[in-house]
């Protein structure tokens, strides 16, 4: 009876070690190697140059939307950063109201909620454009826009100017980011790399073109409107 449970035991212990072998140097070795293998791949895989231009194009499209509002005469967008404070929160203007072109120099807003016209009409006020509302006791508020003076042409120019700053600031750290990534690629040869990087840093001059040249335009069209 001994012999035989001595029998099982080590046929027990055999069955284990069948489960579970020792790992040895050799497949460790092995391990590391096809770890490193797949970090390579991931590394490459990881790398798309289309999604370094999206992220400069974003810039772009931001800048352009932004110097939307910046503006000489009546334009719907002019309004569309105002903010109503109205049933106990703060509303974006086109939550609340339309807002359409009547002539060149008037915009009329057309509240859906007359309970709020008046929060409207305050809201537009202070919202540091220089407009004054007003409804001469009608439902719709009417917005004059006045002709811009040469002081006031002068400050919407600095604007467009900080807002092609920024621009450049995030095309910039778009390109760090590729560049960083081109470092990472750790199966790529030297010469493959500073290719990469070549492609990284025509991609963003490019785009900083792009800026200087929007920023002209619409410094272009400040001046003469």
């Known amino acids: 009876m001994a012999t035989m449970l001595r029998a099982g035991v080590r046929q027990w212990r055999l069955g284990r070690g069948a ?3 020792v790992r040895t140097k050799k497949s460790s070795s092995r391990r590391r ?4 293998a797949m970090e390579a791949k991931h590394d490459e895989a990881e790398f798309d140059a289309d999604v370094h231009v999206r992220a400069m194009a974003a810039c772009i499209e931001r800048l352009e939307h932004g110097l939307r509002r910046l503006r000489t005469s009546a ?3 002019m309004l569309d950063r105002v903010t109503v404070e109205a049933y106990g929160a703060r509303n974006p203007l086109k939550a609340l109201a339309q807002v359409a072109l009547k002539d060149g120099k008037t915009l009329a807003v057309d509240v859906f ?8 009409e305050n809201a537009i006020r202070s919202a540091g454009l220089g407009l004054n509302p007003s409804t ?11 002709r811009a003076s040469g002081e006031k042409r002068a400050e919407l120019c600095k604007a467009a100017a900080a807002d092609a700053e920024e621009t450049r600031t ?3 750290m778009a390109r760090r980011k590729a560049m960083d990534n081109v470092a990472k690629l750790s199966s ?3 010469d493959e790399k500073r290719s990469l990087e070549n492609e990284v840093q025509r991609i963003t001059k490019d785009h900083m073109t792009k800026v200087d040249a ?4 619409k410094v272009g069209q400040l001046d003469s409107s």
């Open 214 to 217: 929007i920023l002209k335009h």
């Open 136 to 146: 001469n006791g009608s439902p719709r508020i009417l917005v004059p826009v006045p």
């Open 113 to 120: 909620d007359h309970g709020v016209i008046s929060n409207v």
């Open 75 to 77: 334009a719907p967008d």
């Open 19 to 21: 489960a579970w072998p």
């Open 170 to 172: 995030a095309i910039r």
């Open 33 to 36: 190697r096809d770890e490193a």
């Open 188 to 190: 790529f040869s030297k």
